[in-house]
């Protein structure tokens, strides 16, 4: 079983916004994915030739493609670009002992457990996903939202340094994806999509607050990930606010160096 920190909700002022997703039917045994990428065949081709305009983002972006509507399983892996990490039996576990702790804070005799999973549909709450990437990596997934915009120092930290954020994980239209950067393509944002797992449009770094605004307009829920010690600083020098701001696990796709035009951005209002 999974030990499941609960945050101190004052002390980082995030609210959590009650969402309705949509269900799915189990699929913890299929193994006929399309997109299931190796770090051998991938190493392979980076090696020999990381500049080589023949390896496309596609090529080396892990992104599974959507499975019925597992999209929440699909979008954490790809935010970790590790398709080893985060399997349904550990996000179930994790789901368990928040419906539990739910019930002792609530001294209810019963509580509806598919608040946050669904073994039968393959639901799981954004609370699930939080508390995985705490568990597993130290990372907080804060919601932009939720901070206060006048007096919180999470909050400003984020957004006086969006440009060198790392990633974001999306909740829009009872959909789970990601947008993330990886380290040798630094000037452009990849949407990582289980819907689309064959084209992985961009977005310049330059533009990610356009893009940020389109998603708010669109009824669209934004997390960043930051390190968990974020949370218990009150001011941050300056040669720790990268590995704040990139508290994502190294990968494969970070050896990279995408070929990106004007062709691959994506078109957005």
Same mark, same amino acid.
């Given at each position: ?95 368990? $002992? #928040?419906?539990?702790? !739910?019930? +002792? ?5 019963? @509580?509806?457990?598919? /608040?946050?999973?669904? *073994? ?19 990372? $907080? #997934?804060?919601?932009? !939202?939720? +901070? ?5 120092? @999470?909050?400003?930290? /984020?957004?006086?340094? *969006? ?107």
């Amino acid at each position: 079983n999974f030990h499941v920190s609960v945050p101190n909700v004052s002390s980082i002022d995030v609210i959590i916004k009650e969402e309705t997703n949509k269900k799915c039917k189990d699929h913890l045994r299929c193994t006929n994915n399309k997109r299931r990428k190796t770090s051998t065949n991938i190493n392979n081709n980076i090696h020999n030739n990381i500049y080589n305009d023949n390896i496309h983002p596609e090529d080396a972006i892990v992104c599974e493609e959507q499975q019925l509507l597992f999209c929440g399983r699909h979008a954490l892996r790809a935010f970790v670009q590790n398709l080893d990490k985060f399997d349904d039996s550990s996000l179930i576990s994790i789901g368990q $002992e #928040l419906a539990t702790q !739910e019930l +002792l804070i609530h001294e209810q005799e019963r @509580i509806n457990q598919d /608040i946050y999973y669904s *073994i039968e549909d393959g639901f799981y709450h954004i609370e699930v996903i939080q508390n995985a990437l705490r568990h597993e990596f130290n990372i $907080e #997934l804060i919601q932009l !939202e939720a +901070l206060n915009r006048t007096a919180h120092f @999470i909050y400003e930290v /984020i957004m006086n340094n *969006i440009l060198d954020v790392q990633a974001f994980f999306i909740h829009k239209g009872n959909h789970y994806f990601c947008v993330r950067r990886f380290d040798n393509t630094v000037d452009y944002f990849f949407i990582i999509d289980s819907f689309s797992p064959n084209i992985h449009k961009t977005i310049p770094r330059n533009r990610i607050l356009d893009y940020i605004e389109y998603l708010c307009k669109n009824d669209g829920l934004i997390y960043i990930p930051v390190s968990a010690h974020l949370l218990q600083m009150h001011s941050i020098p300056s040669d720790l606010l990268h590995s704040v701001l990139h508290p994502l696990p190294t990968c494969d796709a970070d050896q990279v160096v995408f070929t990106v035009n004007e062709r691959t951005n994506l078109t957005f209002s």
